[in-house]
């Protein structure tokens, strides 16, 4: 044992190794997320003992390793939509994710050990804010992701997001790892155990009180969704005409709607075909669902669909010329409702894949444009809208309409709720990935929305986990992979506002702050906190 603990590799693998079984699916696993961290900490404390006074320090090339066997095990299911996307990722990650070790490593020096441990916690905040918010954004394993699979113990995220998750994990590697160290100096445990004890019991334990408490205003809709389960690859763009898609659809809502169903929704590009919104009324899919609506009183469906916009003068940065050259029109993945009165309206997505629905760094990579794999119906950069827009019913209800990899935004989720939604609609296809941990983990992630927005959801996915969560995150029914169904439930509307809804990822900016506070005194020679 002793010999692992001193094998820098050994270190590094453990807790790559230990942040795979830790993360969602695999929710038996999830306690180990409060210990991941340890293995680095001590391996660190190795390599600053042994290279005091050496400038360079072998230390990136152990803590990738770490991150590389995390991100790989975790988001290997990236490989079936895009190879190159899955190395990028990867690399990328494990390359970010180890700078806020470096950061800790050069402030072992200082004074006080818990400014170099705050300086930590500051500089993976700020890695993860932004990770959240540049060009090449993937926040799929921001830590406070991890804890998705228990909803119970995580009510206070209605107060935190997801960055109080990562808070709370890394202050609770930190006393581990204290712990640890008092362990090896045989030193009384008791200090750091209790610490370690109020750190993780305390939260759980208000988590659970808010779980058990938490009651929903009775304020019900009736929704059904539908996972029509056509294969992404070789059906959906090329393989099965769009108008029978469309009535594989409808007779999958039919087979479970009722006369009072309120809303019906269908995944993420449920109409394929790039339709021309200046002639949306006379679209033959449209109509064909306009006639359906027309059973329910008050029918609304809610659907993805491939659209278009034509330009006559000026355009966008992505709009697209024709082939002769002439001006111009942009491809939108889009969201669409259409009531049973005939009225549409229209959501633009707005968070894009990078490298698949949008050129990241336009201004520096627009040579790499006709590289732009093609995903979800169009190739190239996809257009997009600023705002956060909400449907609206006739009769006032007002609904989200997330639209895939937007709903592991949090920040950007509470916009439509300060924007008047009462429920949330998530759309998607994750078809792409296969029968992979990746729509498994899509879909726990839409859980903490649910908690951080206390709005109900409602998740209509092509294929993999189609599904209703109440306010607190629970999944109150979920369809199987690869199974065309339908879901009929009822949801509780709510209009309250959360704290987090209010102020966003507060606890990110801090971290920012205190991470350019620190860095500022490392850049000066760490002066003012140096012994």
């Keep these: 044992m002793n010999k692992l603990l001193h094998n820098k590799w050994a270190l590094a693998c453990s807790s790559g190794l230990l942040f795979w079984l830790a993360w969602p699916p695999f929710a038996f696993g999830t306690p180990f997320l409060f210990i991941v961290l340890v293995p680095l900490f001590i391996l660190v404390q190795q390599l600053y003992t042994q290279q005091q006074g050496i400038k360079k320090s072998p230390l990136f090339r152990y803590t990738f390793t770490a991150f590389a066997i995390w991100n790989t095990l975790s988001t290997y299911w990236i490989w079936n939509a895009s190879p190159v996307g899955a190395v ?83 202050v609770a590697n930190i006393l581990a790892y204290e712990l640890w160290i008092a362990y090896q100096a045989k030193k009384r445990l008791v200090y750091p155990s209790v610490a370690l004890l109020g750190c993780l019991i305390l939260p759980i334990t208000i988590s659970q009180i808010r779980y058990h408490t938490y009651q929903e205003e009775e304020n019900p809709t009736s929704v059904v969704v539908v996972q029509p389960n056509i294969d992404p690859y070789n059906e959906k763009f090329s393989g099965i005409p769009a108008i029978e898609q469309v009535g594989k659809m409808l007779r999958l809502s039919d087979s479970v709607a009722q006369p009072n169903t309120e809303f019906i929704i269908w995944p993420e590009t449920a109409l394929p075909d790039n339709i021309w919104e200046e002639t949306l009324t006379t679209s033959l899919e449209i109509d064909t669902i306009k006639h359906f609506l027309k059973k329910f009183t008050h029918g609304n469906l809610l659907t993805g669909a491939s659209t278009a916009r034509l330009y006559t003068t000026e355009a966008t940065a992505t709009a697209r010329h024709y082939k002769s050259g002439e001006c111009c029109y942009d491809v939108y993945n889009t969201a669409l409702q259409i009531e049973n009165n005939g009225k549409i309206q229209v959501y633009h997505k707005s968070k894009l894949v990078p490298g698949v629905e949008q050129m990241p760094f336009p201004a520096v990579l627009k040579f790499l444009a006709p590289l732009t794999l093609q995903l979800g119906g169009a190739s190239g950069s996809l257009g997009s809208q600023p705002e956060r827009t909400v449907f609206y019913t006739q009769n006032g209800i007002g609904v989200a309409p997330v639209i895939c990899y937007e709903s592991i935004y949090g920040a950007f989720v509470t916009d439509y709720v300060k924007n008047g939604a009462q429920f949330i609609a998530i759309i998607t296809n994750d078809g792409w990935w296969g029968n992979t941990s990746g729509y498994h983990q899509h879909a726990a992630y839409a859980r903490l929305r649910a908690i951080e927005t206390r709005r109900s959801i409602a998740r209509a996915a092509n294929t993999g986990i189609s599904c209703f969560i109440n306010q607190r995150g629970d999944m109150l029914q979920q369809t199987p992979w690869w199974q065309p169904t339908a879901l009929s439930g009822t949801l509780n509307l709510n209009t309250a506002f959360t704290f987090y809804t209010h102020t966003g990822d507060y606890l990110a900016y801090i971290g920012c702050a205190f991470a350019l506070l620190f860095l500022l005194f490392q850049l000066l020679g760490n002066r003012f906190l140096k012994s």
Excluded at 132 to 138: A, C
Excluded at 144 to 157: R, V
């Design 88 to 170: 990028i990722a990867v690399l990328l990650n494990s390359t970010l994710m180890s700078l806020p070790f470096i950061g800790y490593y050069k402030s072992l020096g200082w004074k006080k050990k818990w400014l170099s441990y705050t300086a930590f916690i500051s500089y993976w905040l700020a890695y993860e804010y932004f990770h959240l918010n540049w060009d090449l954004s993937w926040p799929w394993l921001t830590l406070g992701n991890g804890l998705a699979e228990w909803p119970s113990f995580i009510q206070w995220y209605e107060y935190t997001g997801v960055f109080g998750g990562t808070v709370w994990l890394v």
